[in-house]
């Protein structure tokens, strides 16, 4: 059986820069799969994929010519319905096995081809056959067809063949953008298949404008890539090109002089090496005078408008100069740096006149237009949504800095969202905040009242930094909070994959805010303070909304690297102070190491477990009376008790859950001692209530950092 490389390639006009890449990874794993199937690949093919502004492909190595044939057993029916009394095919068998292709022409002969064999307690039988493996250019069609079905592609064109132009209706093709060629190549010999209406063969598309040759012919499949840079003056492998933009923007910025540093990130570079064939990096520049626009605006126009890479001074701040990623190699560069040149500028005036136009109006005269903006239909507007925030930033602030931080929480919410009415925030979404500190500042206003302008957004992504300073920490956690109850109350839940509101988001903002930064706030009486801004708007849904909270705080923990059995032992208690959870985790994992938390845990769950079903009958009270103690076994568990409980509670008020929990550990013999010698549900009544208090005490004791009972196997 001959095996060798595949190589398929679908030349096309410029696909979609944000999903290339996406494309180009599932084309060439879907292929893959699709051969290892039908038996054309193994399990050690493997597939590379090469994607370009004008092409998707993909090298699958081993493949066969033809798949081996494959012998397949098949159970038809038992043989008391497949044969008659005397031996001979029931219509039900020969139907059945007419329907399998067998010929049935010579009864007596078709039942002579079948076995038989034991099934369950009857027996059965089997029809054997040999089913011819597939030919190349028949699976290959079967999983090009299958491949292209499975693009994960963001909107679908329909064009009209160039062949059938005349027939208009007839000859329609839907893909992501017109397909101009097709080449499938098994080592050296041209696979025929077909797809888009077109016929595979050897020939593709270099450089648009550099190519070598056109048309470039491919002649084997393992010469793809070489022979289309040789030829065509295009790199196709995705990755590749990305590394050689990494490394040209790397060393421009290098001949540009020490500490220059070139601002990129992983979405610009997926979508500029989404946009060249074969990079080529300039050095440009524009006038230093729109370096008095904030640097962000710069920054975002070049990178969002026209996918430049800013360069960073030793201070990090930017310079003028910017680099570009060129398609085109000439041999004078000087007309492509102009027109870049030319092309960002009137961005950059654009940027500079919003700037100049905000400043001659205050953020104060700007606070009554928020009423003339729509929040949410069942929230009301803008203006609203700023009064409930200052109603809940105050009542946050109180407890945590008293009046003077309450008043500047005030301030700070009543002007965090006036920024949406200036130009900039208009013409670039992204920089809301960020140019409402900057407004701040140009007003006059103090720097804690401008930061936390800026920062109450923060933190807006996984990583992100928090709020720098108290005001902005209230004034963050204010407005995220009034998002999740505002949208909690009317019923606005996130489901499955849709978060419109980024509630999920908001949760692990408000989670992380409150346990690194320690804050002496309770989540329960946390939500419970946001309830009142909204009057009858909503319904109170604060304990679906904690519930939520607590679902994405356990998320977060697992990611992080604790067990399952840790962080439910540690949220099986609600704790209400997020910030006390990393340390109750620690002291779990410290006991979880203990010789004797095998045995506790074990214990605990079965406490627990006496303890619901007394509770079913009867509530069960702490209460111990010494009188009541018969056994010696209870006797010692409640001396012990009496000795090591309240060592424990010292250092529980402290806040040293680890020592609290190791001291509790030595409850492990009187409590074994316990459950070995004494009858809790004993007939008399009094001393099984008496018991019942012993082990609810106990419990108690026992589980106030974590229920020790979920770390039981």
Request: glycine content about 6%; aromatic content about 6%; hydrophobic content about 50%.
């Amino acid at each position: 059986m001959t095996h060798q490389n595949l190589l398929v390639e679908l030349f096309v006009e410029e696909l979609p820069p944000k999903a290339l890449k996406k494309l180009g990874e599932v084309f060439a794993s879907q292929l893959c799969a699709q051969l290892r199937q039908l038996g054309l690949a193994s399990g050690d093919s493997v597939a590379t994929p090469f994607a370009s502004p004008r092409r998707l492909a993909a090298h699958i190595t081993h493949v066969a010519a033809k798949a081996a044939d494959t012998a397949v057993q098949q159970k038809l029916m038992p043989v008391s319905v497949g044969l008659d009394a005397n031996g001979l095919a029931t219509p039900a068998l020969l139907k059945k096995l007419q329907a399998l292709g067998a010929d049935v022409s010579d009864p007596v002969f078709a039942v002579a081809a079948l076995r038989k064999a034991p099934d369950g307690k009857a027996e059965a039988l089997f029809y054997d056959s040999q089913v011819t493996g597939a030919t190349l250019d028949v699976g290959l069609q079967q999983a090009l067809q299958a491949a292209l079905a499975q693009l994960p592609i963001p909107k679908m064109m329909s064009y009209q063949l160039a062949t059938d132009c005349e027939l208009p209706g007839w000859s329609s093709v839907n893909f992501v953008r017109p397909a101009h060629g097709l080449v499938a190549l098994h080592g050296s010999t041209v696979v025929p298949v077909k797809a888009l209406g077109l016929t595979s063969g050897k020939l593709t598309q270099g450089h648009r404008f550099e190519a070598h040759k056109s048309p470039v012919q491919v002649d084997h499949a393992d010469d793809y890539a070489s022979t289309l840079l040789r030829d065509g003056a295009v790199i196709a492998s995705f990755g590749d090109r990305r590394f050689a933009i990494v490394q040209q923007l790397a060393q421009a910025a290098e001949r540009l002089g020490p500490g220059f540093e070139v601002l990129m990130d992983d979405a610009l570079l997926d979508e500029v090496t989404a946009l060249v064939e074969r990079p080529n990096v300039l050095t440009c520049q524009f006038e230093p005078q729109f370096l008095a626009v904030p640097q962000e605006c710069l920054i975002l126009t070049m990178k969002a408008n026209q996918k430049y890479f800013p360069l960073l001074d030793t201070q990090g701040k930017l310079t003028n100069q910017f680099l570009v990623v060129s398609n085109i190699s000439p041999a004078d560069a000087s007309a492509v740096i102009g027109g870049n040149e030319r092309v960002v500028r009137p961005r950059l005036s654009d940027a500079k006149f919003f700037y100049d136009q905000d400043r001659k109006k205050t953020l104060e005269s700007r606070v009554a237009g928020l009423d003339k903006v729509v929040y949410h239909n069942k929230l009301g507007t803008q203006g609203e949504r700023m009064a409930r925030v200052c109603a809940i930033a105050r009542a946050l602030a109180l407890p945590l800095g008293g009046e003077a931080l309450a008043e500047r929480a005030e301030l700070a919410a009543r002007l965090a969202k006036t920024d949406l009415l200036t130009d900039m925030v208009g013409e670039f979404p992204e920089l809301q905040g960020i140019m409402g500190g900057y407004y701040a500042r140009h007003d006059g206003l103090d720097a804690d009242i401008a930061e936390a302008i800026e920062d109450h957004y923060k933190p807006r992504f996984a990583g992100d930094a928090l709020p720098r300073n108290p005001v902005g920490v209230v004034v963050a956690l204010a407005d995220k909070l009034e998002t999740l109850v505002g949208m909690f109350g009317i019923g606005n839940l996130p489901t499955g994959d849709k978060d419109p509101f980024a509630l999920r988001r908001h949760a692990l903002g408000v989670i992380r805010m409150l346990v690194e930064k320690n804050l002496a706030l309770d989540l329960n009486a946390l939500v419970a303070a946001a309830v009142p801004a909204f009057g009858s708007k909503i319904t109170d849904a604060g304990s679906a909304l904690c519930d939520f909270v607590y679902d994405r705080l356990g998320g977060g923990l697992r990611e992080q690297g604790y067990s399952a059995l840790e962080v439910d032992a540690v949220l099986a208690l609600r704790p209400q102070r997020l910030g006390d959870v990393p340390r109750r985790l620690a002291a779990v994992r410290a006991f979880a190491a203990l010789a004797e938390a095998p045995a506790l845990a074990a214990a605990n769950k079965r406490i627990s477990n006496i303890l619901k079903k007394a509770d079913a009958a009867a509530v069960v009270d702490a209460h111990v009376s010494e009188l009541l103690l018969k056994e010696d076994a209870e006797k010692a568990l409640y001396a012990a008790m009496q000795d090591i409980a309240p060592r424990a509670q010292v250092q529980l008020a402290t806040g040293d859950y680890t020592a609290a929990l190791q001291t509790l550990a030595a409850l492990r013999a009187p409590v074994d001692a316990f459950f070995d010698g004494v009858m809790v549900n004993a007939e008399a009544l009094d001393l099984r209530l008496n018991r019942l208090g012993l082990l609810k005490a106990l419990h108690l004791a026992m589980n106030q950092v974590a229920d020790l009972s979920r770390l039981a196997a």
